[in-house]
């Protein structure tokens, strides 16, 4: 049984400040263990240590040697010390990119501790208990992994603030692109004109990066929306499981908290190690990220035939949840821990709550703004659904 007391009573449990690596995210990480060892599990840590160099530093540096970059080309001064700060742009930039291919694996400039929580309960039988994940796990294994993230964080703009800053600096530096290609190119006799038209990218451009430098990291969020909503629903789905008998008869199920989601998705990225080998076009992902009081759904641009089956059962729910879809293609910003897996070619749902994003990454995600009710009704749908599916098997 799904209960909504029990849902805000861990909302507000885990709705304090957790900035990654603080004294914060370990606490919400004791919390969670004993959480779980309440409900006779077996709770698994994954420790790992991180930088907050990616998720923190990188993006104040190449979007600042963007803008000089496309200010030096819009200038387009035929001087030496021009042709030699480009030179040392683009190295730069070259050498950003190798290490970020792999940001897990940075060390710089301070290295932090953080774990992984995680639970794996096996098929329904009335025997079954959680077992340890191997490095290498059967490729003919099939799981549903439940996702949310422990940690939270404060930011001088909020997430909404920051998405259309960067959207205005990728805009206007493809705008101001086109203008320097046609200024320097194509239309040479004419470049007064270019540059004229040129300044107000230029300008934007600029403040964006700015602002972009401005925005700094703090620990003073309590984190309710993003990410307590989810920890609550994944606590709510781990305690129905919990039942040996009401577990799904073809699918192994994963509980996975993630630490350090908020500084360049660290946790996953470490996690992901471990799940490697599991099926992916079988298996189901389920992350939730910031849910308030509307729920958006985001199964990806391409579903395979079992999550196109699902998304319709949502769509049907008898659950009183009314579903939107996400309708942007384009994602800005951070990415969440279902997007990395998607990436990585598994298929699933990722839930959030779009109007909530003016609250996010600021003192007011308080817990206020979530309802407790609709996050029951999301995981009696969820529940419904792949009770549903599991039997059609």
């Given amino acids: ?101 792999k940001p897990e694996s940075i060390n710089l400039p301070r290295k932090f501790n953080s774990s992984n929580l995680y639970v794996q309960l096996g098929l329904q039988t009335k025997n079954s208990k959680p077992e340890f994940i191997k490095n290498t796990i059967n490729d003919k294994e099939k799981y549903v992994m439940f996702l949310c993230h422990l940690d939270s964080k404060g930011q001088r703009f909020s997430i909404l603030a920051r998405v259309r800053i960067i959207r205005t600096w990728v805009f206007s530096g493809l705008v101001l692109t086109i203008i320097i290609i046609f200024k320097n190119y194509i239309f040479s006799p004419f470049s007064l004109l270019f540059y004229i038209i040129g300044s107000f990218p230029t300008a934007l451009i600029i403040v964006s990066t700015l602002l972009i430098i401005l925005n700094t990291t703090n620990n003073e969020s309590n984190g309710a929306i993003d990410n307590a909503s989810g920890i609550a629903c994944i606590f709510e789905l781990l305690t129905y499981f919990s039942n040996p008998n009401s577990r799904l008869k073809h699918f192994n199920l994963l509980f996975i908290f993630t630490g350090v989601e908020e500084c360049g998705t660290m946790g996953i990225r470490n996690f992901f190690k471990k799940v490697s080998n599991v099926n992916r076009d079988k298996s189901i992902i389920f992350n939730f990220d910031s849910v308030a009081k509307n729920t958006y759904i985001f199964p990806g641009k391409k579903m395979n035939e079992q999550i196109y089956t699902i998304f319709n059962m949502f769509l049907k729910n008898n659950n009183k949840l009314k579903i939107k879809r996400n309708p942007k293609r384009f994602y800005f910003g951070s990415h969440s821990d279902g997007y990395y897996l998607k990436k990585k070619g598994f298929h699933g749902f990722g839930f959030a709550d779009m109007e909530s994003y003016e609250f996010i990454h600021s003192i007011h995600d308080t817990v206020d703004k979530v309802n407790s009710s609709l996050l029951k009704r999301l995981c009696e749908m969820i529940i419904d659904s792949l009770i549903a599916f599991d039997n059609q098997i």
């Fill in 1 to 101: 049984m799904i209960s909504e007391e029990r849902i805000k009573e861990n909302l507000e449990l885990f709705s304090f400040p957790r900035l990654s690596g603080t004294n914060g995210e370990k606490k919400a990480m004791l919390l969670a263990v004993q959480k779980v060892e309440d409900l006779n599990l077996n709770p698994l840590i994954q420790d790992f240590i991180f930088s907050t160099f990616y998720g923190r530093t990188y993006p104040k540096i190449a979007f600042s040697l963007g803008c000089m970059v496309l200010f030096l080309f819009y200038l387009n001064f035929e001087a030496f010390i021009t042709s030699l700060l480009l030179v040392i742009a683009f190295i730069i930039l070259g050498i950003l990119f190798i290490l970020t291919r």
